[in-house]
Nanobody
């Protein structure tokens, strides 16, 4: 059974930082392209950022570029999302996702939720102004 478990969310003020973690089990993390998505109330799930299997390539949504950083430690089955200079617009439930097919450079595929095979349950991030 594949499980992705996110943690690290919380309530913070604008300008603060948070680090989210996603721990995977039941799969070999190094064979999956990993990504973070988020969903705010009343909005569609949107791509935040993705990372290649080796961790050598990342891509980000324009709204978080320069503020968020994705990293992974395959040996620890962990993917992280470091979020700095948080804004109220970042308030959402954040989800970790794994895709066995996606490849770095596939911009359309990697930013599309339906291309991912497994999802975590999400962790709430709330940023107050």
């Amino acid at each position: 059974q594949v499980l992705l478990v996110e943690s690290g969310g919380g309530l913070v003020q604008a300008g603060d930082s948070l680090r989210l973690s996603c721990v995977a089990s039941g799969l070999t993390l190094s064979t999956y392209y990993m990504a973070w998505f988020r969903q705010a109330p009343g909005k569609e799930r949107e791509f935040v950022g993705g990372i290649s299997r080796s961790g050598g390539s990342t891509n980000y949504a324009d709204s978080v570029k320069g503020r968020f950083t994705i990293s992974r430690e395959n040996a620890k089955n962990t993917v992280s999302l470091e979020m700095n200079f948080l804004e109220p617009a970042d308030t959402a439930v954040y989800y970790c996702a794994a895709s066995q097919r996606n490849r770095e450079g596939w911009i359309v595929a990697t930013t599309t939720p339906r291309t991912y095979d497994y999802w975590g349950q999400g962790t709430q991030v709330t940023v107050s102004s």
